[in-house]
């Protein structure tokens, strides 16, 4: 009986250790705040602060984001990073809603579209955000397999194999109290301890803060130092970028995958046979970066992608806005905020119609 108590004392300080790194940590947001929650602040009208700093995923705060909606927004934006700043006031309603996702690919456009469609929310309207790299296949990432059941259940419907063992995909964004003493989250947390990092939000009705902020729409306030970045010094990071005969995923970019092009053409008739109005939107590069592209032969195939995708519009009857010249638009350095994004208060001028 000794050796049991002295075993039971021995752990308990051990396993409450154990449980309140966890807690406190919470790395993925598990134990102390969940992504539904978050969502159900931002369905209330609340921004979000302390999103990135904590490392969030933020396909899981999508599935969650959009699963916490009453009812589908009119419109609905989807795309990469560069969307990020597209917020309801460009479109004159407040029923709208930004799923732009970092490094997003083909398959991400596939979940995102997997989420709208079991939620029943589809929107009455979609802008896509596409970018040249979509269609490279040298640099597609694993991100959207935080949302896999969602892609291959669309892919699925796609291909019309779609079998009622696979029509309810679903993403856990809740509690999951299982973690509380889980040595495999405990070991990763525990990492996180010396540098004071944990996951950590705060809700504010402010549009802009000194940080990072994830909008009740889902648009992003960036963190001030990118608002007022220099422009010398976006200069000097895209002139690095040059030099290192870089383009942001764009490299090993032979041809156009036929396939990753298919699955937007798909997704375009998918949407139209839903009565989804669709609007695709080519976002710019800056003067610099462009003139780099055009000079360069490997880089060349960004004319190929707009040339493709004015093809696409104009064979389904697609509004197309924007361009990735940024003449159309008159971007100039000043208007970046890094290599590749524009300042807010310069995108509306980029979602100019084309046809």
């Known amino acids: 009986m000794k050796k049991w108590l002295k075993a039971a004392l021995f752990l308990l300080p051990l396993l409450l250790f154990i449980g309140w790194v966890n807690w406190y940590v919470d790395s993925y947001a598990l134990l102390r705040v969940t992504y539904d929650e978050i969502a159900a602040q931002m369905a209330a009208g609340k921004n979000v602060e302390g999103l ?12 969650a984001r959009i699963k916490a909606m009453d009812e589908a927004p009119q419109v609905m934006v989807l ?4 969307v990020y700043t597209f917020e309801h006031t460009m479109f004159g309603t407040d029923s709208f809603y930004n799923a732009g996702l970092s490094e997003a690919t083909v398959y991400d456009l596939l979940a995102v579209t997997g989420i709208m469609a079991v939620e029943e929310k589809l929107p009455a309207t979609v802008v896509i955000g596409v970018d040249a790299f979509l269609f490279n296949k040298s640099h597609d990432n694993e991100k959207w397999k935080e949302l896999e059941s969602y892609a ?4 699925l419907t796609l291909d019309g194999k779609l079998s009622p063992e696979l029509a309810n995909p679903h993403k856990d964004t809740c509690r999951a109290f299982s973690k509380a003493l889980s040595l495999d989250y405990f070991r990763y947390n525990v990492t996180l301890l010396p540098d004071r990092k944990r996951f950590v939000v705060n809700y504010t009705d402010e549009w802009v803060t000194e940080g990072y902020l994830k909008h009740s729409d889902g648009s992003v306030s960036y963190q001030r ?65 462009y003139n780099y592209i055009e000079s360069e032969e490997a880089f060349r195939i960004t004319l190929e992608v707009e040339e493709k995708v004015k093809a696409l519009a104009a064979e389904k009857g697609l509004s197309l806005y924007g361009s990735y010249d940024p003449a ?15 300042k807010t208060e310069k995108t509306a001028d980029t979602y100019y119609s084309v046809k």
Request: charged residues 30%; hydrophobic residues 35%.
């Open 52 to 63: 990135e700093d904590s490392d969030y995923n933020d396909r899981n705060l999508l599935a």
């Open 79 to 82: 795309g990469s990073s560069r």
């Open 152 to 155: 291959n259940y669309m892919s």
């Open 225 to 289: 130092e990118l608002r007022e970045v220099n422009p010398a010094d976006v200069e000097a990071m895209t002139r690095q970028a040059m030099e290192e005969h870089v383009v942001y995923r764009m490299t090993d970019y032979e041809e156009i995958d036929k396939r990753h092009f298919s699955r937007l053409s798909e997704l375009i008739d998918y949407f139209q046979d839903a009565g989804v109005e669709v609007i695709l939107y080519l976002p710019p590069y800056s003067p610099m970066m």
């Open 328 to 342: 159309g638009c008159g971007l100039e350095m000043t208007d970046l905020c890094d290599v590749y994004h524009v």
